[in-house]
């Protein structure tokens, strides 16, 4: 049945245990609680409508937490339950949101069955839309032209110069840099990027 109203729904985890398949993942992030303290995290397993987090401050049942996963971008959510290493949240989303968590998560759990080790090389492509918003070490927030990109890095036009190593976020996309252009830097992703999803989640979509 169509949903009609517009407003994400935070899905109760019973109800999206019986909805969603969990799988185990190893993925790193960083949350934002509440009161806007910023902490670094680990996901160890997760469906659609929520997850499972490894994480040195909990908060508050209820709170509302926002979330930035390597390879899946900005998710919003409150905790649900808190455990002695972190908690577990869900995930507010709308329908077409889910649908793509599921196929990323997909993805991921099956990488590595289907042959597609972290750094393998891929063949590089300019974007249709090749603006995104470059996110500096600082947190300063700049406008940079994608020059072209892979599942695995990008090469990016700008006139920042962050050191090579630092890491550096285009869209929802985390990377380090690994060397530096006449007019730009080239970037490798922290996780191999699913080829669907590769330039809506550099442009941040």
Known sequence: MALTQNKPVI???AEERRRFQRVRVNLLGRYML???REFPCQVVNMSPGGMALIAPEAGAEGERVIAYIDHLGRLEGQIARIYQNGFAM???ATVRKRD???AQLTWIANRHILNLPEDRRHGRIVPRNP???LVLPNGVNVTALIIDL???GAAIKTDARPAI???????NVQGRVVR???DGFAVEFTRLQHPDFLEESISGG
Request: hydrophobic content about 45%; cysteine-free; charged content about 20%.
């Open 150 to 152: 892979s599942l695995s």
């Open 180 to 182: 530096h252009l006449d």
């Open 100 to 102: 793509k968590l599921a």
């Open 131 to 133: 603006t995104t918003r």
């Open 90 to 92: 869900t995930v507010s």
């Open 34 to 36: 509440a009161d806007r």
């Open 165 to 171: 190593g630092m890491l550096v976020t285009l869209g």
């Open 11 to 13: 899905v109760p985890l």
